[in-house]
């Protein structure tokens, strides 16, 4: 079946540090890739996608490539803000069993520090 | 204006009652999901519906019964509620059965006590 590993957290970062975040999947079919956020209290809000390989999505300064020979699509950004502290979950979803769904990561909470 | 919405945002109830959480979607999708987020903010899928109907059963106790008047709404109910069922609900939509990002609502806070 699908699954998505993500690194543990937290991670504490202090201001304008660089973010990574790992994700690898394992998928039977082409799955399309996804970082959601979720902020303090809050529903989760897409922050970017990738449906095919090598595409990279990018918002808000974040980026990440789908990379079919490594099964990665880890999160980065330059230089993180107090704003971004949140749990950030990698996702894929496909719909060859019939229907589609989001399989999540386990999620890693980010916390960024003056 | 909200494109997903639950209601009710927090829900406190006592074990064996039977509740409700109820979802609407303004966007014009034709699929909608419930999932689950357990205390470790794991989140799993639940139940998913295409145009009214059942697409995706994840191995949830029969006790949970998903409903869907229209393609607008998916609500969500759950008989004799249990300990184990304490958790943050989820409803979201998607446009198509395809690979498309989901909406999420703000979720529902059950504690079952």
């Known amino acids: 079946g699908n699954s998505v590993t993500q690194m543990e957290g937290p991670v504490t970062l202090s201001e304008e540090a660089f973010l990574t975040i790992n994700c690898t999947y394992t998928a039977t079919g082409y799955p399309s890739l996804f970082w959601y956020v979720q902020y303090p209290g809050e529903g989760l809000q897409l922050l970017l996608k990738a449906t095919k390989a090598d595409d990279k999505g990018s918002n808000k300064g974040f980026e990440a490539t789908y990379r079919k020979e490594t099964t990665s699509f880890h999160l980065e950004k330059g230089s993180v803000q107090v704003s971004d502290s949140a749990v950030y979950f990698c996702?894929?979803?496909?719909?060859?069993?019939?229907?589609?769904?989001?399989?999540f990561g386990t999620g890693t909470q980010l916390k960024v520090e003056l | 204006d909200t494109a997903v919405s639950q209601t009710p945002k927090y829900l406190v109830t006592q074990m064996g009652n039977d509740k409700s959480i109820k979802c609407e979607q303004n966007l014009g999708h034709d699929t909608m999901y419930w999932y689950k987020q357990d205390s470790k903010k794991f989140l799993k899928i639940m139940f998913s519906y295409n145009n009214k109907e059942l697409i995706i059963n994840e191995t949830v106790p029969n006790r949970f019964s998903p409903k869907s008047p229209d393609k607008a709404h998916l609500n969500l109910h759950i008989n004799s509620l249990e300990l184990g069922d304490s958790a943050v609900y989820f409803c979201?939509?998607?446009?198509?059965?395809?690979?498309?990002?989901?909406?999420f609502g703000q979720g529902t806070r059950l504690t079952v006590v």
């Open positions: 979201a939509s998607s446009h198509e059965i395809t690979n498309t990002e989901a909406f």
């Open positions: 996702a894929l979803s496909d719909n060859t069993g019939g229907g589609n769904k989001l399989t």
